[in-house]
């Protein structure tokens, strides 16, 4: 009996199957590798997407926001070399080209100080944003009882605005600021508010604002470079311009007071030749104080003078002193 072949035939099967196998294996073994060094050799964040899976997009990139500078009012180039003799009795003080916003001279121009009423300036110059001449502002009930001084405005009373405006920059009410901030901001703190948020926006880095009149001195403060630039801007609206240059008003009004006349408190409109405004003030820790603007020769000038016991007189040195050197 001869023995059986079907082992060595399995055997030959098998050795066949082997040798067609080893490419494919090998090409798998290949594959992998590369696969491997590949993937080591990619960035994480490409993995990382990856591993998400195609229903996920990438986030856009966030916008650069670019935050605008505020406008640089005042410069200083060169001051002029000059020294008072009697000195300035201001406490601070400045002297500025308004057409151009130049320094010209400056006296402990950034230190803080109470302002009193100069704080109208910038009730003013945002309520007239707001408020159009003859849009009626009824007199809130909380107006009246407001610090002296007050030109005697009656809760409920209804009153087109420019009167107030006429009232709070000549005569300078503070029952006519604390109306017309009402009337603008919806109420007296929100009004607050955005005093000190144009303030900030404007560059005014001394001055913070408690109150629409300046009335109350604590946390209340400006300085001479603040106010200066303040007026630069509050200038350009023009029926700012026209008030603060008015020296009387004649005004009507309804029964019983019939009529009323506002009288400029700021006599430089009366005793400086070419002076057309701007805005007195005065607390006891204030001292007084005063913002003037003149006009001579195509030339306009802007001083302030905080705490000075004699504003008028160093006002009109500093205008002086201006107008000699830009002739």
């Given at each position: 009996?001869?023995?059986?072949r079907?082992?060595r035939?399995r055997?030959r099967r098998y050795?066949?199957r082997?040798?067609?196998?080893t490419?494919?294996?090998?090409?798998v073994?290949l594959?992998?590798?590369?696969?491997?060094?590949?993937?080591?050799h990619?960035?994480?964040?490409?993995?990382?997407?990856?591993?998400?899976g195609?229903?996920?997009?990438a986030?856009a990139?966030?916008?650069v926001?670019?935050?605008?500078?505020?406008?640089?009012?005042?410069?200083v180039?060169?001051?002029?070399?000059?020294?008072?003799?009697?000195?300035?009795?201001?406490?601070?003080?400045?002297?500025?080209?308004?057409?151009?916003?130049?320094v010209l001279?400056?006296?402990n121009a950034?230190?803080?100080?109470p302002v009193?009423?100069?704080?109208?300036?910038?009730?003013?110059?945002?309520a007239?944003?707001k408020?159009?001449?003859?849009?009626?502002?009824?007199?809130?009930?909380s107006v009246p009882?407001?610090?002296?001084?007050?030109e005697?405005l009656?809760?409920?009373e209804?009153?087109?605005?420019?009167?107030l405006?006429?009232?709070?920059?000549?005569?300078?009410?503070?029952d006519?600021?604390?109306a017309?901030?009402?009337?603008?901001?919806?109420?007296?703190?929100t009004?607050?508010?955005?005093?000190?948020a144009e303030?900030?926006l404007l560059g005014?880095h001394?001055?913070?604002?408690?109150?629409?009149?300046g009335?109350?001195?604590r946390?209340?403060?400006?300085?001479?470079?603040?106010l200066?630039a303040l007026?630069?801007?509050?200038?350009?609206?023009?029926r700012?311009?026209k008030?603060?240059?008015?020296k009387?008003?004649?005004v009507?009004?309804?029964?019983?007071?019939?009529?009323?006349?506002y009288?400029?408190n700021?006599?430089?409109?009366?005793?400086?030749?070419?002076?057309?405004g701007?805005?007195?003030?005065?607390?006891?820790?204030?001292?007084?104080?005063?913002v003037v603007?003149?006009?001579?020769g195509g030339?306009?000038?802007?001083?302030?003078v905080?705490?000075?016991?004699?504003?008028y007189?160093?006002?009109?040195?500093?205008l002086?002193?201006g107008f000699?050197?830009?002739?």
């Open positions: 009996m001869q023995p059986s079907r082992p035939s055997r050795r066949y082997l040798r067609r196998l490419p494919v294996a090998a090409a073994v594959a992998g590798g590369a696969g491997a060094w590949f993937g080591s990619q960035p994480s964040a490409s993995l990382a997407a990856a591993s998400r195609p229903l996920v997009e986030k990139a966030a916008p926001r670019h935050t605008a500078r505020p406008e640089r009012l005042l410069t180039t060169s001051l002029l070399a000059h020294r008072f003799s009697p000195a300035l009795l201001a406490s601070s003080a400045i002297l500025v080209d308004e057409d151009t916003g130049r001279w400056e006296q950034h230190e803080r100080r009193a009423s100069t704080t109208k300036i910038m009730t003013a110059l945002l007239l944003r408020l159009a001449p003859h849009d009626i502002v009824t007199v809130d009930p009882r407001v610090p002296l001084v007050r005697g009656r809760a409920g209804r009153v087109q605005a420019w009167k405006f006429y009232s709070m920059l000549l005569y300078s009410g503070n006519d600021a604390l017309l901030a009402i009337a603008a901001g919806g109420d007296k703190w009004f607050v508010h955005e005093m000190n303030a900030q005014l001394d001055t913070h604002f408690v109150s629409p009149s009335v109350v001195d946390g209340n403060y400006s300085s001479a470079w603040d200066a007026t630069r801007v509050a200038l350009r609206n023009p700012f311009a008030i603060v240059r008015t009387v008003e004649h009507s009004w309804s029964a019983p007071t019939y009529a009323k006349i009288v400029n700021n006599r430089m409109l009366t005793e400086y030749p070419g002076a057309n701007v805005k007195t003030g005065y607390t006891h820790k204030s001292g007084p104080c005063l603007t003149a006009k001579r030339h306009t000038l802007l001083a302030v905080l705490n000075s016991p004699n504003m007189s160093d006002a009109t040195r500093l002086n002193l000699s050197a830009l002739r």
